[in-house]
């Protein structure tokens, strides 16, 4: 064998990317890389930090229990660290098992590189084993950068595109390796005809709009007297210029469910996650401001918007391609979200925009602008009284609202946050307020089951001194958990704070489907299709050397999370929830669902009057405040 090879080549180009850990799954197609990032390795070493848990200048590579789960990883690497998710496969079923947590990344937006073998060259076109059309493929999910590697010489410019492009587009890309060319010897490239000498280099570029855009927006803003704020992921690096120019306006704050761990939720203005599991403070909101400013979002809840019309409208985002994607902007800024609100904060008190010291802080619109303010307060009050009046109502035999709201105020303030999907995304939403700095992540896009645990894990390898709270139901454990609990009880003794804990919502049921069924189809809860087996999920803790902790009664549950979040070891929380908790969108349209929600449990019959009742309740807590 040649001193060193072309699948050497990528492992050095990974580091020259700053790769540190790859995610994946071994096989045929992609051993010649293995055997790179095994020599990269050589010389042992514990896991820390961001370090490699190999030798300390190697790529460590992280197997998973299935190629699904380690692009999860991939996709959680790149939304907690900031950085290119890197992720590997075999050939044939092992690439196919990746596109699901592709997608994932192609739909929330984040950077993934993903590295996948295939048969030798020689053989490609003659229906071999495991031979499928890997370009075919991933033409969709990797449609910005798909690439085959045809000769050794090809290697390094392809990689360094691949990174390039997911960087500077936020989307995945797919280099594919066949067999041979790994095992190939590393060439010598020289600038020549035909050969493309390249760097891995790349670096942000600074975006703001056009003066006169600015000048536009900063009129329509400086217009409007009932000023609503939707905020999403894109604000990540403006929370302070967001608050601040949310002062200036005397604006309310509503966010996405991807933008709600930007934004302090305990501000009195701050009123929760929007959409069908938002708040009732974010329906009056947004249902009721006459000015709204989009920064950073692409929330497809478009039926929780300001009706077309009724509220003038720009929008703030750094891909032009989602400006106006949403609502009728009438101004769209191509720009750095800080940069650009900072701008259009000094535009707006030039222009007299600011009420505090401020001529104008008398005149009508003013005034407006503080009952505006007042009222919007006083909705995010009442909000948070309902919510605490929901996590209280009787159960059987827990509320899982209560669950979530014991766990806010107990999240430790360096802890990372997972959140699979499914109705426990409701309560994370409603209930959690996260203390600041603490990271939250979840499948917010294409909403797939199964995420939490390996987001959890790949939040933990990136910072293993940082306690991780994964919340999942019993469906996404049983998908996709419970395997990965294998991969948390092999490593947690390297990391340096040992706390992982995952909280399971089991209520044998497909919750959040059974309402949907109810709520959108005017169905019935079907239970060949939502009712899952029971698990002993704490008690399969126990079996892998972690700890497990059940809770079945409400009474227990804030012991459960002080004895969890004391642990000296990773931690199961299984919590008997209660299916029949409604999943109700704030009102008006929770109103609107009523008539056929109700149908639908009417013909549950016996089975369905909990759910009843406790639909009526929630409704009713809903009507009282309105």
């Known amino acids: ?93 092992g690439a196919v098992h990746l596109l699901n947590g592709l997608y994932d990344a192609k739909l929330d937006g984040v950077p993934v590189v993903a590295i996948i073998g295939q048969q030798s060259r020689s053989v490609l076109g003659s229906a071999y084993m495991q031979e499928i059309d890997l370009l075919t493929l991933f033409k969709d999910v990797a449609a910005q950068f798909a690439q085959m590697v045809s000769t050794p010489e090809q290697l390094p410019m392809v990689l360094d595109r691949a990174f390039r492009t997911a960087l500077e587009t936020r989307t995945p890309c797919v280099v594919i390796v066949p067999h041979d060319i790994q095992k190939a010897p590393a060439p010598e490239l020289d600038q020549e005809h035909g050969i493309i000498v390249t760097a891995p280099e790349w670096q942000p570029s600074r975006v703001l709009p ?224 996260l203390p600041a700095g603490v990271p939250a992540h979840l499948s917010g896009t294409l909403a797939s089951m199964g995420c939490s645990v390996p987001y959890g894990i790949a939040a933990k390898l990136a910072r293993p001194d940082r306690p991780v709270v994964a919340l999942a139901g019993d469906g996404a454990m049983q998908m996709a958990g419970i395997a990965e609990l294998v991969t948390v009880a092999h490593r947690w003794r390297q990391w340096s704070d040992p706390r992982f804990v995952v909280c399971v919502f089991n209520n044998r049921d497909l919750a959040e489907v059974t309402w949907e069924q109810r709520e959108t189809e005017s169905e019935p809860r079907f239970p060949d299709s939502q009712e899952i087996p029971d698990f002993p999920y704490a008690g399969y803790a126990e079996l892998l050397g972690l700890t497990g902790i059940r809770v079945d009664s409400p009474e227990q549950v804030a012991d459960a999370w002080d004895r969890a979040l004391a642990a000296e070891r990773p931690v199961v929380i299984e919590v008997l929830t209660d299916p029949d908790v409604p999943l109700l969108p704030p009102f008006p349209a929770g109103a609107e669902k009523l008539d056929g929600m109700r149908s639908a449990l009417s013909e549950e019959g016996e089975a369905g009057k909990g759910a009843a009742a406790l639909l009526d309740t929630y409704a009713g807590q809903e009507e009282s405040r309105s």
């Not at 650009?340 to 000094?346: G, I, K, V």
């Open 1 to 93: 064998m040649a001193d060193r090879l072309v699948a050497d080549v990528m492992v050095e180009r990974l580091k020259a990317w700053g790769v540190n850990r790859v995610f994946g799954y071994s096989g045929d197609g992609i051993n010649g890389f293995m055997g790179a990032l095994r020599r990269s390795t050589q010389g042992g070493g514990a896991e820390s930090g961001d370090s490699p848990g190999g030798g300390g200048d190697g790529v460590e590579f992280v197997q998973a229990r299935h190629e699904e789960t380690a692009a999860f990883m991939a996709v959680g690497h790149a939304k907690y660290t900031g950085q290119v998710g890197v992720v590997t496969s075999t050939q044939g079923p």
């Open 210 to 433: 056009h003066d006169d855009d600015l000048a536009r927006a900063a009129e329509v803003l400086g217009d409007g007297s009932k000023v609503a704020f939707l905020v999403g992921q894109g604000a990540k690096n403006a929370q302070a210029e967001v608050v601040a120019l949310a002062q200036q306006l005397d604006a309310g704050i509503t966010t996405s469910l991807l933008g709600k761990p930007y934004m302090d939720e305990t501000l009195p203005f701050a009123a929760g996650t929007m959409g069908h599991l938002g708040s009732t403070a974010s329906a009056h909101l947004m249902g009721n401001c006459d000015t709204l400013l989009i920064i950073g979002s692409n929330d497809p809840w478009t039926e929780f918007y300001p009706k077309p019309g009724a509220a003038r409208a720009v929008q703030v985002d750094i891909d032009g391609r989602k400006v106006g994607n949403r609502y009728p902007v009438e101004v769209g800024l191509v720009g750095d979200a800080a940069e650009t609100l900072a701008r259009l904060a000094e535009l707006l008190n030039g222009a007299g925009g600011q009420s505090d010291g401020n001529p104008q802080a008398s005149s009508p619109q003013a005034q407006a602008r503080k009952q505006w303010r007042a009222e919007v307060e006083e909705q995010v009050r009442s909000w948070r009284d309902l919510a605490e009046e929901r996590s209280r109502v009787p159960a059987s035999p827990v509320n899982p609202e209560l669950v979530v709201r014991e766990l806010s105020g107990r999240l430790p303030h360096n802890a990372q946050v997972s959140v699979d999907v499914g109705s426990c995304v409701y309560w994370y939403a409603r209930q959690l307020t």
